[in-house]
């Protein structure tokens, strides 16, 4: 199985700033990466297919980036609503595996 | 709008069977692929089953295998989960989710509570 491991687990943020969320894989995944979004009490939305596509209704300030094992989700300039959970997962091989997750907190 | 309306959770005792269902709608959902996900209370997420449109591919996680069944009818725009022989590590909230290699939409998700 393909193991995601996400870094770092907790980040502590400012409003405003830029950060970089990491998630490397065990083994290739080319870049079948997917990124979800998941506040408390809500289901996980998806926020970056294919390490680096942007969803419709997503808000610009989120990009991805990397292919083959190592990936980043970047916020550009971020905000109070942001404070969620960010999981990675990957959807190259079977099982589908997701990372760990990173939360995001108000520093 | 795509809707993805999850029931039939509850409480369970150990070792018993429970059936959750996923009513689909604001899609054809004949042309989708199916996914049920689960989240242990305070944990992460875990993928637990795939199917394919027509049902011609259904994929399993080893946890689960032997145990649950996915299936679906397309008539009826609605997908399930069998579940038997339920165990403690088993009690989650089930989300279903369309698509095939990425989960573009979820629903709210069941809770499934297996204690006796």
């Known amino acids: 199985d393909v193991v995601l491991t996400q870094s770092p687990a907790t980040l502590s943020v400012t409003p405003g700033e830029r950060i970089s969320l990491s998630c490397r894989a065990s083994e290739s995944v080319d870049t079948y990466l997917h990124w979800y979004q998941q506040k408390p009490n809500e289901s996980p939305r998806l926020l970056i297919k294919?390490?680096?596509q942007s969803i419709s209704g997503i808000p610009s300030r989120f990009s991805g980036s990397g292919s083959g094992t190592d990936f980043t989700l970047s916020i550009n300039g971020v905000e109070l609503e942001d404070l969620s959970i960010y999981y990675c997962?990957?959807?190259?091989?079977?099982?589908?595996?997701f990372g760990s997750g990173t939360k995001l907190e108000i520093k | 709008e795509v809707q993805l309306v999850e029931s039939g959770g509850g409480l369970v005792q150990p070792g018993r069977s429970l059936k959750l269902s996923c009513l689909a709608s604001?899609?054809?959902?004949?042309?989708?692929?199916m996914n049920w996900i689960r989240q242990a209370p305070g944990k992460g997420l875990e993928w637990v089953a795939s199917i394919s449109s027509s049902s011609s591919y259904i994929y399993y996680a080893d946890t689960v295998k032997g145990r649950f069944t996915i299936s679906r009818d397309n008539a009826k725009n609605t997908l399930y989960l069998q579940m038997t022989s339920l165990r403690s590590e088993d009690t989650a909230l089930y989300y279903c989710?369309?698509?095939?290699?990425?989960?573009?939409?979820w629903g709210q998700g069941v809770m499934v509570t297996v204690s006796s």
């Open positions: 989710a369309r698509s095939e290699s990425y989960f573009d939409y």
């Open positions: 294919y390490a680096s």
């Open positions: 604001g899609f054809t959902f004949s042309n989708y692929g």
């Open positions: 997962q990957q959807g190259n091989s079977l099982p589908f595996t």
